[in-house]
């Protein structure tokens, strides 16, 4: 059974912190991606990764970067948090190429920025 | 822009009934096209998925229907349950890609 999780289900922060959300997988994915969910607006694109130390960038990477050192770990940075960034963040993992295949989801972590 | 779209947010159907959820799509050159379904404070999960070559994939009471000349997919829940109330997310992809694309997600209600 897939399994991705991510480090936090609730997180609070102030404006202007540094904040690092870790999501790791345990099924050799090659693919990770970052994602954030909001009213609306559906699940945008952040980052994706489609191997370690490669990364590009989504739909809006700005005020975001990332890290992948491990395969089984991509971490979503959030340099300066800012209020705007508060939303539903989600990683997600897959095989490459994508095709006849499906991304599998972490449980997600709550940002709250005040 | 956004390549894949659901242009209804919200809908409730009774118990028993059929829920239909639609989604549309503007690159052709996707080939392969998914459904998620995600419950708050979840993340989402795989539900059904259908690639280009076919025009209908059906699982238990889930079946999704592709049009591709018209760009259009859709699924249909028969019949169903309270339990089904949830958001769903369209997806799609090119074969030869890493990337997928979501739509913005219609949520569903089921009235017991």
């Known amino acids: 059974d897939v399994k991705v999780t991510q480090s936090s289900r609730y997180l609070v922060k102030r404006t202007g912190e540094k904040v690092f959300l870790e999501c790791v997988q345990d099924m050799d994915h090659e693919n990770m991606f970052w994602y954030r969910q909001d009213p609306g607006l559906g699940l945008r694109l952040i980052y994706f990764?489609?191997?370690?130390?490669?990364?590009e960038k989504g739909d809006i990477p700005e005020g975001y970067s990332v890290s992948r050192e491990k395969k089984e770990r991509f971490s979503l940075i959030l340099e300066s948090a800012s209020t705007n960034q508060t939303s539903m963040y989600l990683c997600a993992s897959s095989f490459p190429g994508g095709a006849w295949d499906t991304q599998y989801f972490g449980p997600g972590t709550r940002l709250t920025v005040l | 822009d956004q390549q894949v779209k659901q242009n209804s947010p919200s809908l409730s159907v009774q118990e028993g009934r059929i829920s239909i959820l639609n989604c549309d799509y503007t690159?052709?050159?996707?080939?392969?096209f998914l459904w998620y379904k995600k419950y708050p404070a979840e993340g989402p999960t795989f539900l059904i998925s259908i690639s280009s070559i076919k025009d209908k994939n059906e699982d238990g009471r889930f079946t999704v229907f592709l049009n591709k000349s018209a760009k259009h997919l859709s699924l249909h829940i028969v019949p169903s349950q309270p339990g089904d109330s949830a958001v769903y997310f369209c997806a799609a992809n090119i074969n030869t890609g890493n990337q997928f694309y979501f739509g913005t997600g219609t949520s569903l209600t089921v009235i017991p």
């Open positions: 990764s489609y191997d370690v130390k490669m990364k």
């Open positions: 690159n052709s050159m996707f080939d392969y």
